[in-house]
């Protein structure tokens, strides 16, 4: 065992499975041990100082002593000056950690309450398995669907807090094929505890062959190991709410084409802003359209009559989720191109 | 040469504790001295409440899965183990208990300047706890001490009754530092200038103006998330158009201030204690009056350490990080002096100063781990995890608790006239500190592993160290009970400490102990500066030694 990997052991450190983990760990080593070094050192000159100087009779008087200005300038220079060294060398690696290299790949991350949702942008989506080739650098575009969500691979030694409303962004490079754990970091109530998810480093050929076959829309379970990528996840979804909403017979008063019927078209619906009988505007979300199924009443949608009946009951969870996931892909051409604007700002400091 | 407390004349004259001994003496009493004695009461009893939260915490994580308690338990919980411990034990401890009784016999005033006002401190504390504790029960809060948006906002448990404890509880916190800065400035005696304020005096004050000044903010922030979730105002829902940064922001614009509440108070203590079991002025005197200055004002900035991995920009983050290393600069200072008061001095063993020697190395090791925070990189794998914890446990505990324990057996025959017995002090310390370490530097290396905090359940790779850390918890119990065990009996059995069994020089000595309900007889004429012990000058030869 080398003295590096002793140290790497005895401080409990993950695997270096990112192309910045060893730099990030090298001033782990370097803090920690002046750190030890220095709060040791102080217990032992007091402990020192205590038995030099313990008192011996109950008479015993002390010294006058004044601090000198040359002790003062070292004890506030002293700490001062390694502090700023601190500074410099953990400030250095954070703009580095911070910086996408130019060219990385782009994954769409959408974190909700307890979940992980991989969205590649001409590609398939992925629910908590995020599968990246190996010594490609890959930059994530984060945004949360309800509360503070944080997104979290020790291995990688990267965090990076995922907002609702906002996109944030961090990347990495993974230099260690197989599975890396994702741990959300940021308390988001009952589940946040099992909101874990797997980063899969596999090799380049075979994640752009794993990405073309997504592409045709051909893969195969067998071939992927488990449920990553789900072949065109959301279109099956969509597909099976086409059939639930003609079972259920939504397809009476909705239509999907835009035209006018008796309640709002489903086109277009999802991310618009609806103004209700009452005045208030509700953002069409997935809560909105659910709760809309289970409680008609309570929103109506000015121009309407509340003649809607309610599904509580009638319709379980997956077919509600088929039936949100069916509105939520009748976008309009354009809106469908972008289903989310990239965020504007990059690197700050280029190379 | 100083009194020893044998050759003292027993004192006769009724004390404070038993000029008035009905309870409607105690409940309606202006005298700060009993004031204190009330607060000391109400602060062990919530320690002693948060203590359990935390034992009952520490043993669920003894398994990976399910145990015990359900999630919904457990996130109640940790919310309720931080807010006790932070706003009804830490924040009030020092302050509101050692503040209240020694400030005005150190400074030679008969009283605090608005008696009246500093019991009203007491109810409105009480009416928060109870306020905060009703609703702990009846909804159970589920955010953390934290309060972060929007989860506090959409959080289906009830936290509303939580904040509103909390912002009561902040009434009372800014009036007794009000009280204390008028006292500070009006109420000292003749001769008692600035630079002869014992340095306990130094850190309440600068305690002070923190909370006067950052404690409003927690109060509006807890207002703005009491609208929002009550009447969905949207300040904090970017749905429309508010910012769940912006609270993160508020919120630690006085959480971190928050934090130098929790550790000037304690620092005061240490201060007074090296000197007196020295017996020896203090070592730079000056620099360690500035520097709680100086951390009182560089406190209000450095919030934004808090946000490094929330989206904050490069530059702030940076901006942050540097700033956050000068609040470490004046803690560094402080520490070498405290070291530095021991030098050639006549240093004696008791379990006052054993506490200050685990501050010591606690504070130094806790307080470089936060340095390294700054360093802005380290932040990134180490954020929201067990670290985090760790380190601010080593101060919350290491540091704060350990002052606030050197004070309590320092000034405990000062109140009650009774000494606790050493071998038993001594041995308590020892369980506390092993306990302490046991527990806390397995919570390190979990957090290099990449531990999550507030996590239920959690992947097997991390249930060695857990054990290890529950394990080290029940040794922190043990040794918090023995201390209460020998406390409650030494105050009806303990040994007649005399006025000043440990012959100091501080100045609230120089009354008798118990003190009288009034303070002093006369207005006290200052002389000298505190802990002014007859030294061997450069020169004179030492005799009897």
């Known amino acids: 065992m080398t003295g590096e990997t002793f140290v790497h052991r005895l401080l409990f450190l993950p695997p270096q ?38 008192r011996r009779s109950e008479d015993q008087r002390s010294y006058r002593v004044e601090p000198s200005k040359t002790f003062e300038v070292l004890v506030i220079g002293g700490p ?80 990076q807090d995922v907002l609702p409303g906002r996109y944030t962004q961090t990347w990495f490079e993974a230099v260690e094929l197989g599975r890396h754990q994702i741990l959300c970091a940021e308390y988001c109530g009952l589940g946040h505890s099992m909101m874990r998810a797997w980063v899969d480093v596999v090799p380049p050929d075979r994640y752009d062959a794993w990405l073309a076959d997504q592409r045709r829309g051909l893969a195969s379970r067998q071939d992927m190991g488990g449920p990553v990528g789900t072949p065109e ?41 609806e103004v209700m009988t009452d005045g208030r505007r509700i953002y069409v979300d997935e809560a909105y359209l659910t709760k809309s199924m289970m409680d008609p009443m309570a929103d109506i949608v000015a121009g309407f009559e509340p003649v809607m009946p309610t599904f509580q009951g009638k319709l379980d969870a997956p077919e509600t989720a088929a ?22 700002y990059g690197p700050i400091f280029r190379r | 040469m100083a009194p020893s407390s044998a050759a003292e004349p027993r004192f006769n004259r009724p004390n404070y504790l038993t000029a008035e001994t009905t309870i409607a003496s105690w409940l309606g009493t202006r005298d700060h001295k009993r004031i204190a004695v009330m607060y000391l009461v109400l602060v062990l009893t919530f320690f002693f409440v948060g203590g359990v939260f935390a034992l009952v915490l520490r043993f669920k994580l003894l398994s990976p899965g399910p145990f015990l308690i359900s999630a919904e338990a457990y996130d109640r919980m940790f919310t309720l183990h931080g807010v006790t411990m932070v706003w009804l034990f830490l924040i009030p401890s020092i302050p509101s208990v050692f503040g209240n009784f020694m400030l005005p016999l ?71 530092g009000v009280n204390f800065i008028v006292t500070i ?46 009447f969905h105002f949207g300040i904090f829902d970017p749905a429309r158009g508010g910012d769940p940064v912006l609270f993160e922001h508020l919120f630690w614009f006085y959480s971190h201030p928050a934090v130098y509440i929790m550790i000037l108070p304690p620092m005061g203590v240490v201060s007074e204690v090296v000197a007196c079991f020295s017996r020896k002025n203090p070592f730079g005197y000056k620099a360690i009056a500035y520097s709680s200055m100086g951390i009182a004002f560089v406190g209000f900035l450095t919030w934004g350490h808090h946000l490094f991995v929330s989206g904050q920009s490069t530059f702030d983050s940076g901006t942050f990080g540097i700033l956050s290393m000068l609040v470490a600069i004046f803690s560094a ?6 070291v530095g008061t021991m030098y050639k001095g006549s240093v004696s063993f008791r379990t006052p100063l054993a506490y200050v020697f685990g501050f010591l190395f606690l504070f130094v090791f806790g307080g ?173 030869v030492p005799s009897g030694r």
């Open chain 1, 323 to 344: 039936l949100v996931e069916l509105i939520k892909s009748l976008q309009s051409r354009e809106l469908q191109r972008h289903p989310a604007a990239p965020p504007a």
């Open chain 1, 17 to 54: 499975a990112s192309s910045i983990a060893k730099a990030v760990d090298h001033l782990h080593y370097f803090i920690i041990g002046t750190t030890m070094f220095g709060s040791v050192g102080v217990a032992l000159v007091a402990l020192y100082l205590f038995v030099r100087w313990r």
């Open chain 2, 368 to 540: 470089m781990t936060g340095v390294a925070f700054a360093t802005v990189l380290l932040d990134v794998p180490w954020h929201d995890t067990y670290f985090v914890v760790a380190h601010f446990h080593f101060i919350m505990v290491g540091a704060s608790i350990m002052g606030f324990l050197a004070g309590l057996h320092y000034w405990f025959p000062k109140m009650f006239g009774r000494n606790y017995p050493e071998r038993f002090g001594l041995t308590a310390f020892f369980l506390i500190f092993l306990g302490f370490l046991v527990t806390f530097i397995p919570q390190f290396l979990l957090g290099n592993m990449g531990m999550p905090r507030r996590y239920y359940s959690y992947p097997v790779r991390f249930h060695p160290l857990h054990v290890i850390s529950t394990v080290g918890s029940w040794l922190l119990a043990l040794g918090f009970l023995l201390v209460l065990a020998y406390l409650l009996w030494s105050l009806f059995w303990g040994e007649e400490a005399g006025p000043n069994p440990w012959a100091s020089e501080g100045f609230e000595w120089f009354t008798p102990s118990p003190p009288g309900a009034q303070n002093f007889d006369g207005v006290p004429v200052f002389t000298h500066a505190p802990h002014a012990y007859a030294l061997i000058e450069k020169g004179e």
């Open chain 2, 106 to 176: 150190m400074i030679g005033a008969q009283d605090v300047a608005f008696p009246r006002l500093n019991l009203a401190t007491v109810y409105i504390f009480v009416a928060g706890a109870v306020v905060a504790l009703w609703g702990m029960i009846h909804g159970g809060a589920d955010t953390g001490w934290t309060f972060y948006t929007p989860y506090s906002t959409t959080t289906p448990s009830d936290v509303v009754p939580v904040l509103l404890g909390v912002f009561i509880i902040g009434f009372s916190t800014i009036l007794t």
């Open chain 2, 185 to 230: 400035h009006t109420l000292r005696s003749p001769g008692m200038t600035w630079m002869r304020l014992p340095l306990f005096v130094w850190g309440l004050y600068g305690t002070s103006v923190i909370q006067v000044l950052a404690t409003p903010v927690l109060g509006m922030v807890l207002l703005l998330v009491f609208v929002e979730h009550a």
């Open chain 1, 233 to 273: 996840a959301g279109t099956s979804l969509a597909r099976e709410g086409v059939r639930v909403a003609e079972r259920a017979g939504c397809f009476k008063c909705h239509s999907i084409d835009g035209s006018a019927h008796i309640g709002p078209t489903w086109l277009g619906l999802y991310h618009r802003t």
């Open chain 1, 80 to 159: 001062l000056s390694l502090f700023l060294l601190w500074f410099v060398l953990g400030f250095r690696g954070y703009v580095k950690l911070y910086t996408p290299p130019p060219g990385a790949m782009d994954v769409y991350v959408t974190a909700k309450q307890w979940m992980w949702k991989f969205s590649y942008p001409d590609g398939p989506n992925a629910i908590d398995v995020l599968r990246v080739p190996e010594n490609r650098p890959v930059r994530l575009l984060m945004t949360s669907r309800d509360v503070i969500h944080s997104f979290f691979v020790p291995d990688f030694r990267v965090k």
């Open chain 2, 333 to 338: 200072i402080k520490v070498f002096n405290w």
